[in-house]
Antibody, heavy 120, light 107 residues
Framework: EVQLLESGGGLVQPGGSLRLSCAASGFSFANYAMAWIRQAPGKGLEWVSALTASGAITYYVDSVKGRFTISRDNSKNTLYLQMNNLRAEDTALYYC?????????????WGQGTQVTVSS | EIVMTQSPATLSVSPGERVTLSCRASQSVRSSLAWYQQKPGQAPRLLIYGASTRATDIPARFSGSGSGTEFTLTISSLQSEDFAVYYCQHYNNWPYTFGQGTKLEIK
């Protein structure tokens, strides 16, 4: 059974940092692209960042470029999102999601999310 | 960035009815289009990808069609568990983007 378990969220002040983790199990983690997708309270879905199976190619939405860094450790079956210089508008539920293929595409499995709240 | 526009924003329907949701892309995304279902308090679930391919374990009452800029998701006979928010999403090129969602409500 595929499982994605996010952790690392919490309450942080504007300008602060958090590191999200997503522990994957039940599939060959190293063979699939992964992504972080967020959902602000009462709002729709927004892609934040993605990376290919090897981690060689990364993507970021413009609003987080230069502040967030996505990475993965295929030996630990874990996806990460380092978030620096956080802003109030980054407040959201952050989902980790598995792609259906190596390079990207739609996401067939999602975690339950970890809440990030940026507030003073 | 490709903008995905879904219509309508909200749809009130009765169980057993056939419903069609629309999604339009601001430029061609070929067939790189997915549909997701999200229920309150749950993560999204992939329904359709490649515009018309059902994901694993998705009932046959869900079908997708379209290519280029115009897409539809059809639910042939609404069941009680189908009342949810539906999102389309393109994956033709980065940044992938979602539509704003269509909420199916019980009439």
């Amino acid at each position: 059974e595929v499982q994605l378990l996010e952790s690392g969220g919490g309450l942080v002040q504007p300008g602060g940092s958090l590191r999200l983790s997503c522990a994957a199990s039940g599939f060959s983690f190293a063979n699939y692209a992964m992504a972080w997708i967020r959902q602000a309270p009462g709002k729709g879905l927004e892609w934040v960042s993605a990376l290919t199976a090897s981690g060689a190619i990364t993507y970021y939405v413009d609003s987080v470029k230069g502040r967030f860094t996505i990475s993965r450790d295929n030996s630990k079956n874990t996806l990460y999102l380092q978030m620096n210089n956080l802003r109030a508008e980054d407040t959201a539920l952050y989902y980790c999601a598995k792609a259906i293929e190596v390079s990207g595409g739609p996401r067939d499995y999602w975690g339950q999310g970890t809440q990030v709240t940026v507030s003073s | 960035e490709i903008v995905m526009t879904q219509s309508p924003a909200t749809l009130s329907v009765s169980p057993g009815e056939r419903v069609t949701l629309s999604c339009r892309a601001s430029q061609s995304v070929r067939s790189s289009l997915a549909w997701y279902q999200q229920k309150p308090g749950q993560a999204p679930r992939l329904l359709i990808y490649g515009a018309s391919t059902r994901a694993t374990d998705i009932p046959a009452r869900f079908s997708g069609s379209g290519s280029g800029t115009e897409f539809t998701l059809t639910i042939s006979s609404l069941q009680s568990e189908d009342f949810a928010v539906y999102y389309c999403q393109h994956y033709n090129n980065w940044p992938y983007t979602f539509g704003q969602g269509t909420k199916l409500e019980i009439k």
